[in-house]
């Protein structure tokens, strides 16, 4: 809500102050000069003497006379100090009386639900009105008048204001808003007059208002807005202008207000026309020599249907392609002429490039705790080198890949006084990067489960990223230290460390009687090999034992017999990465593909690889929707004479894997029902992402349906597809104040008798 700045207005400020003069030179007697010995304000509470004589253009041993006296009683009003000032003399001596105004001693409100009473006074101390300040009957007023408006604004057009102003002592006053806020007005009825080829509901589900459905109590949208009809009328438009309708015309719109002023009705006439073609189709201007590049560049054609938003879309490709080549400035403007008789549209593309520009500087703003050279590392475009409207957007992605800023825009801004010139303005809004990851829960097999993960992305804004992980149950206990430089070297080598101790103790619960543990290190670095892709070597050790008793799973005997109670192993591995999403927060297009190997060389007692194949796709539709798909394979092999060492096996079921099934639950089990995991995994995704209502401009909030895939496998089992378990259901994605939180609900489609299902299902992390 906003509340105008109020001025006292002039065209009343002047007869007052002529009506003050004239009272003032008569009691002075007209034409009676003398030269002032001194000067004494009287009447003064608050306002310091030294002030008054600042403001007077009148000094000791000036000659006073009507002139003066006139711009004395205007000074003195101007300053909004006083409710009256008068001007005598008396031995020459100079006497000033004055009529404080009252200082305003409260702002309260009565009433008021629909505004937040806080962010009201903030506003009317912005205008004038609020404790401490002047009290001005005028900027009252006004302020009444705008807080009325502003109900009107949300539909309330039975809303009433009124204000008390209640003289206190030592010359104050309250001032109360008492509020009737009324009822909210509904839209009862929104008609589309003339349209012939459309039916009418369809037309409407172009509008964001509409008449009162279940969802109005939240999403708003039955509550009659200017702006927001203004913002339907133009979709309604492009509606027609996308279908072939060139010369569509709205011509007229009504607004009627019921007298019980609780019903709105809308009603939109309009005049579809004809449908048209495109006819010729032409580019002019200056085009750089580059003329069938740009005419490439065109998604319309002759003999095509007419399509305003592909127009549209043609415009922008012309001008980010000039933008390439440094005019960034440069427009594309659709000169259409109609020929009704043929129902054609002759479209000439007249092409301005403007001045070819280079970049001045590139500037960042907003980063209070990340440092400047994390940021700036990332942009590939220049300082003092033309301008490329490419380079700009793939800087701004890339910083928007980091993970550190929950918002990330970018300007580009003439340089003043140069025609060649501009700058590059880049404002990022930091989103807490530190996260401590809680979890309890309860499982038939693992009792009470609690789980923590400290992780700071981006440590003392250097870019660096370190995680202590501590997963404690009766059974399971995982202790894990990573760190992360991202800019080992200068030219983006990063250098990832891995410390970490695992736990497994199933006797605790009776569940079998055997005991893994495993203690490892690794390091890994990593080498950029283009814009989007990296890959990656690394090595590590890692020293397993397992202690087994005459009642531990036969599997876990048989493995001991063969292989002994403990295992070293000496890793080797390798990665490779793509990485082309427009955001790591909540990416809208792009992909994604992470291709991992990793090798237990015969150093080691066992001889042995595991491989793992990701990939994600993120396809938009339109600007609000979002289908994400996503695929995983990983498989483990014994090589020689060794076998896949059990205590290294995937498991599937939860979160990241198939909702609606219990975490880790999928797959084989052993004799005792309990869940092994296997060698092989096949997981894959589907999640449609789409705005909440009321939120729509709010891509960390988002909902989603998906349809997941996946089971584990063992061995010596192939992957069969028919044996895949498969789940369905919702779910919200949100970035909140507390850190990252996704909650889905699922619902298990081919269940067998011996899957665990968990229908509710959710993370959420608490950011510091």
Do not use: H
């Not at 929950?406 to 590059?424: A, L």
């Not at 979002?626 to 394979?633: F, H």
């Amino acid at each position: 809500m906003t509340i105008r700045s109020l001025l006292f207005p002039s065209r009343l400020a002047a007869p007052v102050i002529a009506l003050c003069a004239l009272s003032t030179s008569a009691a002075l007697a007209a034409g009676n000069q003398f030269v002032v010995k001194d000067i004494q304000v009287e009447g003064l509470r608050r306002t310091e003497a030294g002030t008054v004589f600042s403001y007077l253009p009148i000094r000791v041993g000036d000659t006073f006379n009507d002139e003066k006296a006139l711009q004395a009683i205007r000074a003195l009003f101007a300053t909004g100090f006083f409710d009256d000032v008068k001007i005598s003399s008396k031995d020459d001596v100079l006497v000033v009386t004055v009529v404080e105004r009252p200082a305003i001693a409260s702002v309260e409100f009565n009433g008021t639900k629909e505004f937040d009473k806080d962010t009201l006074k903030e506003a009317l101390k912005g205008i004038g009105i609020g404790e401490s300040k002047i009290f001005d009957r005028a900027l009252l007023d006004k302020a009444e008048q705008e807080l009325k408006r502003q109900y009107l604004s949300r539909s309330r057009y039975g809303a009433q204001v009124q204000t008390r102003v209640d003289q206190l002592a030592r010359n104050r006053v309250a001032i109360t808003f008492n509020v009737d806020e009324g009822e909210a007005a509904s839209i009862k009825q929104l008609k589309i007059l003339g349209a012939k080829e459309f039916k009418e509901k369809d037309l409407l589900e172009e509008f964001e208002l509409g008449t009162t459905t279940w969802t109005s109590w939240y999403t708003k949208n039955d509550q009659y807005s200017r702006q927001k009809l203004s913002g339907d009328l133009e979709k309604l438009r492009s509606f027609y202008l996308n279908r072939g309708y060139a010369d569509f015309n709205i011509e007229n719109t009504q607004v009627q207000i019921d007298p019980n002023k609780q019903d709105i009705y809308i009603t939109v006439t309009v005049k579809e026309g004809q449908k048209f073609k495109f006819g010729d189709i032409e580019l002019s201007g200056e085009l750089i020599g580059r003329e069938n590049e740009l005419k490439g560049l065109l998604q319309v054609k002759k003999g095509d249907p007419f399509n305003g938003e592909a127009l549209n879309e043609s415009t922008k490709a012309i001008q980010d392609r000039l933008g390439n080549y440094g005019y960034a400035f440069a427009n594309a403007n659709v000169i259409p002429e109609l020929d009704r008789e043929n129902r054609i549209v002759n479209v000439n593309i007249a092409v301005d490039t403007g001045k070819r520009v280079y970049v001045r500087r590139m500037n960042v703003g907003g980063n209070t705790r990340t440092k400047d050279e994390v940021v700036r590392r990332e942009f590939r475009q220049f300082e003092s080198s033309w301008y490329d409207s490419r380079k700009i957007q793939l800087s701004k992605e890339r910083v928007d890949r980091l993970g550190y800023f929950s918002k990330v825009d970018i300007e580009t801004v003439p340089v003043p006084g140069t025609s060649d010139q501009v700058d590059v303005n880049m404002q990022v809004e930091e989103k807490p990067t530190g996260n401590l990851l809680l979890g309890a829960g309860i499982s038939s097999t693992d009792s009470l489960i609690l789980s923590a993960a400290i992780q700071q992305q981006n440590l003392f804004g250097t870019g660096k990223t370190v995680g202590l992980e501590l997963n404690t149950s009766k059974v399971n206990r995982t202790i894990s230290f990573s760190l992360t430089d991202p800019y080992y070297t200068l030219d983006g080598v990063s250098r990832s460390i891995e410390l970490y101790n695992r736990r497994t103790d199933p006797s605790a619960l009776n569940l079998g009687d055997y005991r893994i543990e495993t203690t490892g290190a690794g390091l890994r670095f990593g080498f950029p090999i283009s814009e989007f892709e990296r890959i990656s070597f690394g090595g590590g050790y890692e020293s397993t034992k397992l202690d087994v008793g005459p009642l531990s799973p036969a599997r876990f005997q048989q493995y001991v017999r063969d292989f002994g109670s403990s295992a070293d192993a000496y890793l080797l591995n390798a990665g490779y990465s793509f990485d082309s999403r427009d955001s790591a927060i909540a990416p809208t297009r792009g992909r994604v593909t992470r291709l991992s190997a990793e090798y237990a060389t015969p150093l080691g007692d066992q001889e042995f690889i595991r491989t793992t194949y990701q990939e994600q796709v993120y396809l938009p539709f339109g600007k609000k929707y979002t289908l994400a798909l996503n695929g995983e394979v990983t498989a483990g092999f014994g090589l020689g004479s060794s076998k896949y060492p059990i205590f290294r096996n995937v498991y599937a079921g939860g979160i990241g894997t198939v909702r609606g099934y219990r975490s880790s639950t999928l797959g084989p089990r052993d004799t005792d029902n309990v869940p092994t995991g296997g060698s092989k995994r096949l997981i894959g995704n589907a999640e449609f992402f789409f705005p909440v209502p009321g939120m729509n401009k709010d891509r960390t909030f988002r909902a989603f349906t998906f349809l997941d895939a996946g089971n584990v496998y063992q061995s010596d089992e192939k992957i069969n597809l028919g044996s895949l378990r498969y789940a369905t259901g919702l779910g919200i994605s949100w970035l909140s104040p507390v850190g990252p939180l996704k909650f889905s609900f699922g619902i298990p489609l081919n269940k067998e008798p011996l899957d665990e299902v968990q229908r509710i299902q959710f993370t959420i992390g608490t950011g510091f």
